[in-house]
């Protein structure tokens, strides 16, 4: 088989190794899609601290049971199954009490253990989801980025009555924007690029602004009537960007902020900004218990799929991944892996 290793920034190779057997309680999966995401654009940077090379980058990773283990119950050879990108201890106070996406001894697949860029690795039996066969593997790459606007908009509360503000129209703000439609809630979406979001109100946006060309607060004020929005999602994720968010006439008083990333410099928050309305502001991390649900949407039809992923990489041709990472293209929003 053929695998993908980052050895080091801006070095990748293609190794021939052998198919590796299940253990008694694992499964052998064969790699079908294999989305790339910003932190797989990190990894080859070696811009993530908590990475170490060599590495096989992909957290977003769908593919067929191949084999499994002696002991394995859940699926069987031929299921189609989704991976989940987390690796945890299930003992400790998070795993206990629902929060494993923050295990104490998490392990991310792609990032902090090997991932899915190669066409064949084992996973434990708990940690695949099987899909329906009816979901083409261009969309079930899908699945895991769909489950992280699942998770961040549970963790925000968000309900048919909110009027959300998203805050960026890339990947993760238009999958934000369709977790929200489907819970019924109203959505305001925020970019400095007018072709975002055009594409944003084809995925349901019922407002857009562009902060670069409007008065942002003030076209806030308009479409809420003075109010403001109950919750608003950070998708640009940019140095000072939180900070914006809580500037008052965005949020009304008892919203809630979801910040989605992780920016490490410091901004310029008060308590003040916090506590005079009383705001929430609510960490989200990848996500947790939302494969199974996203599946059953997928195959329902309740997301719109055509145009989330714009670009299509076979394996055999990856090349053209890094290619892109260090020339961007535009017009590349997402792309995903296909394998032969």
């Known amino acids: 088989m053929k695998s993908c290793v980052i050895t080091s920034p801006f070095i990748y190779e293609i190794r021939e190794i052998p198919i590796p057997e299940p253990g008694d309680n694992e499964v052998l999966v064969q790699m079908k899609a294999a989305g790339v995401c910003g932190s797989d654009l990190h990894i080859y940077k070696g811009e993530n601290p908590l990475s170490k ?18 002991n394995v119950t859940r699926v069987k050879e031929g299921d189609h199954v989704v991976v989940d990108l987390i690796i945890t201890c299930g003992q400790c106070y998070q795993c206990t009490h629902g929060r494993e996406e923050v295990c104490e001894k998490v392990l991310v697949r792609g990032s902090g253990t090997d991932g899915g860029w190669r066409e064949y690795f084992t ?12 979901i083409p593997w261009k969309d079930a790459a899908l699945i895991e980025p769909i ?33 929200c439609k489907v819970i019924g809630a109203k959505v305001i979406c925020c970019d400095v690029d ?9 995925f349901g946006a019922d407002y857009v ?12 004020s308009q479409i809420t009537e003075g109010h403001g929005c109950t919750a608003a999602f950070d998708s640009a994720c940019f140095p000072g960007s939180l900070a914006l968010l809580l500037q008052p006439g965005i949020v009304c008083n008892a919203g809630r902020v979801i910040p989605m990333g992780f920016s490490n410099k410091p901004e310029p928050i008060s308590q003040a900004d916090i506590n005079k309305r009383e705001l929430d502001i609510i960490g989200s991390r990848m ?6 649900p996203v599946a059953k949407n997928m195959a329902e039809g309740k997301y719109r799929l055509e145009g989330l992923a714009t670009t299509f990489v076979k394996f055999s041709e990856i090349q053209k991944v890094f290619e892109n990472m260090e020339n961007p293209d535009p017009a590349v929003k997402k792309t995903v892996i296909l394998f032969d």
């Open 287 to 292: 996500s947790a218990y939302q494969f199974q």
């Open 147 to 179: 489950a992280i606007g699942a998770h961040c908009t549970k963790r925000g509360r968000i309900q048919a009555d909110d009027t959300v503000f998203i805050l960026g129209t890339g990947t993760i703000g238009t999958i934000i924007l369709q977790a």
């Open 194 to 202: 007018d072709s975002s979001l055009e594409r944003a109100k084809t």
């Open 53 to 70: 090379y060599p590495l096989v980058p992909g957290h977003e990773n769908a593919g067929i049971v191949a084999r499994v283990g002696k």
């Open 209 to 220: 602004i562009n902060s670069k060309t409007e008065d942002m607060i003030e076209r806030i």
């Open 123 to 134: 996973v434990p039996e708990d940690d695949v989801y099987e899909i329906d066969k009816s």
